[in-house]
């Protein structure tokens, strides 16, 4: 898909740094775990900072049954979801020329609920390997009684987009005679030596034996 999936992903501001291709779109998203969720309701705006994971080719959050965002999410309220990824600062030779590299997608649409009792569960499972491949396995599954008190919801990525910048600064010609450093300040969030409770007699498993070292956030 080369081209905006609807008017309000259509990127107007910088239209070049626009990607629709799906998988630039799934890369963003498998690459984190925090999305900030934007909705309305009788009190007003809201910005919700929550951990999602994603099934193919739509978004899933879980919560509580009794939370009051999720039942008002659960009604079909429109929502506007943000997931992004800074990559590096942009030094230019002019301050207004500055910048940031990044990689963003923003969703827009409405959430439904995952009704039936297997695919709530598949769909937490996913969430565990997302977290830590293959530790559904070695924990204790989720009861009968847990799995009915948490709601689990999901939206398409019908209307979603990215904006991805890279590269350096783009000076305007006026400028380049400006001795001063112009470039990039990378950013990489590194994954750190795990640390384990102090009641853990268990020998690390690989995917924690391996975690430190990792580069989470870059696709």
């Known amino acids: 898909m080369n081209a905006a999936p609807s008017s309000r992903t259509r990127i107007r501001r910088i239209p070049e740094l626009a990607v629709y291709e799906r998988e630039v779109l799934h890369g963003i998203l498998d690459a984190g775990y925090l999305c900030h969720l934007a909705f309305q309701d009788e009190n007003g705006s809201h910005c919700i900072p929550m951990a999602y994971w994603r099934i193919n080719d739509a978004l899933y959050i879980?919560?509580?049954?009794?939370?009051?965002?999720?039942?008002?999410?659960?009604?079909?309220?429109?929502?506007?979801?943000?997931?992004?990824?800074?990559?590096?600062?942009?030094?230019?030779?002019?301050a207004f020329n500055h910048?940031?590299?990044?990689?963003?997608?923003?969703?827009?649409?409405?959430?439904?609920?995952?009704?039936?009792?297997?695919?709530?569960?598949?769909?937490?499972?996913?969430?565990?390997?997302?977290l830590a491949p293959g530790r559904k396995n070695e924990v204790r599954s989720g009861s009968k009684q847990e799995l009915g008190a948490t709601?689990?919801?999901?939206?398409?990525?019908?209307?979603?987009?990215?904006?991805?910048?890279?590269?350096?600064?783009?000076?305007?010609?006026?400028?380049?005679?400006?001795?001063?450093?112009?470039?990039?300040?990378?950013?990489?969030?590194?994954?750190?030596?795990?640390?384990?409770?102090?009641?853990?007699?268990v020998d690390a498993p690989l995917y924690v034996a391996c975690w430190q070292g990792g580069k989470q956030g870059q696709s």
């Open 62 to 94: 879980h919560g509580s049954n009794g939370s009051r965002l999720m039942k008002h999410l659960s009604s079909g309220a429109e929502v506007s979801i943000a997931i992004s990824h800074l990559d590096g600062l942009v030094l230019a030779r002019s």
């Open 99 to 130: 910048s940031m590299n990044y990689r963003s997608v923003v969703i827009y649409g409405k959430f439904v609920t995952v009704i039936e009792a297997e695919q709530k569960m598949a769909a937490l499972d996913a969430f565990m390997d997302k």
């Open 151 to 201: 709601i689990v919801l999901k939206i398409t990525l019908d209307e979603a987009a990215a904006k991805v910048r890279s590269g350096g600064a783009e000076d305007d010609t006026k400028d380049m005679h400006i001795e001063v450093w112009a470039g990039v300040l990378p950013f990489q969030t590194l994954q750190a030596k795990p640390v384990p409770n102090e009641d853990c007699k």
